[in-house]
């Protein structure tokens, strides 16, 4: 595995959260100027920020605690509502309702999904009960149509967590205790061709356990954003990092800067600035009290493609 450390600086951009996810840069916010959209666990609100970290805004509050968020093609926001096992939708009067009761889909939380251009929802879970400490188990990977209607498409995942649509239709799907990027050919339909590996970084963990498992992963991939050359910047949930990954798995760039890091996306007004959701770890007692949860960026080469 080849692998560079990038000596780019790196700049805060917000500070003072408890456990930021799933960032999303919207171009255009109304005023001709782009946003930087993300979760925040445990103040149980999504925010925005200007490129530069100033006009930090409170747009979404989820008392059920936020996780994926994304657009459909009307402009609406959906997004996830954790602990009630639902993804949620905004109207554009304001109103949030339901979208999506996902509670008999999934075996944890839901998480992390990813919104394709006809308005799907592509969402992960846990599987289990992370910070219950229960053991690994398998989950699979659901489909929300526009109208609602829930599939469950995907089978025998670990993990399933961020995830990205290329321009060419593909739909790639990090597995954090899989070791592993997986991909799967999307139909016209929404159906899912068999997975396949995209990128492997070791061995599905034989342990079952949460601190065991952990220590037989090589990379925890966890949030990603895909560039214009078709590698894929993984946030490594184990390595305080994120890489920059071509299909394969070959690591050609890496940036490290001196926390974790749980997602990743790339954005900014030419789509080169990769951002970072930072945190000492992620565990929930010591992350939700505390506020030590932040926003970094680094300029890199190459722009943002795909979805998100």
């Known amino acids: 595995m080849t692998e560079t450390s990038s000596d780019r600086p790196v700049r805060t951009v917000v500070s003072g959260m408890s456990f ?3 960032p999303r840069w919207r171009p255009d916010a109304g005023d001709g100027a782009g946003r930087l959209w993300f979760a925040d666990f445990y103040t149980h609100a999504y925010y925005s920020v200007a490129e530069d970290g100033s006009d930090l805004r409170t747009e ?3 008392p059920g605690q936020p996780s994926g968020i994304g657009w459909l093609p009307d402009g609406r926001v959906v997004f996830v509502s954790m602990r009630d096992a639902a993804v949620m939708r905004r109207e554009h009067d304001g109103s949030v309702v339901v979208h999506a009761d996902v509670s008999s889909y999934v075996g944890g939380h839901p998480n992390d999904m990813v919104v394709d251009d006809e308005g799907r929802c592509w969402l992960g879970d846990f599987g289990f009960d992370l910070m219950g400490g229960a053991d690994l188990a398998t989950t699979g990977l659901l489909r929300v149509d526009p109208d609602g209607t829930v599939a469950r498409v995907a089978e025998d995942l670990w993990f399933p967590n961020g995830s990205v649509i290329t321009d060419d239709g593909t739909l790639l799907v990090d597995e ?7 991909a799967f050919d999307v139909g016209a339909d929404g159906t899912l061709g068999p997975r396949r590996d995209w990128a492997v970084f070791g061995a599905v963990p034989t342990e079952r356990a949460v601190g065991p498992a952990i220590g037989q992963l090589d990379v925890a991939p966890d949030g990603c954003g895909l560039d214009a ?3 894929l910047w993984v946030a490594d949930a184990v390595g305080g990092r994120a890489i920059r990954v071509r299909e394969g798995g070959e690591v050609v760039d890496a940036v490290s800067p001196g926390t974790g890091v749980y997602a990743c996306t790339l954005g900014g007004a030419d789509g080169r600035t990769l951002f970072l959701c930072c945190a000492p770890d992620f565990d929930e007692h010591a992350r ?3 506020r030590e949860g932040e926003i970094r960026a680094v300029v890199v080469d190459v722009p943002h493609a795909g979805r998100p």
């Open 176 to 182: 954090t205790f899989g070791n592993r990027v997986s």
């Open 288 to 290: 939700s009290a505390a």
């Open 20 to 22: 930021t996810e799933c």
């Open 60 to 62: 979404i509050e989820v």
């Open 229 to 231: 050359e078709g590698c």
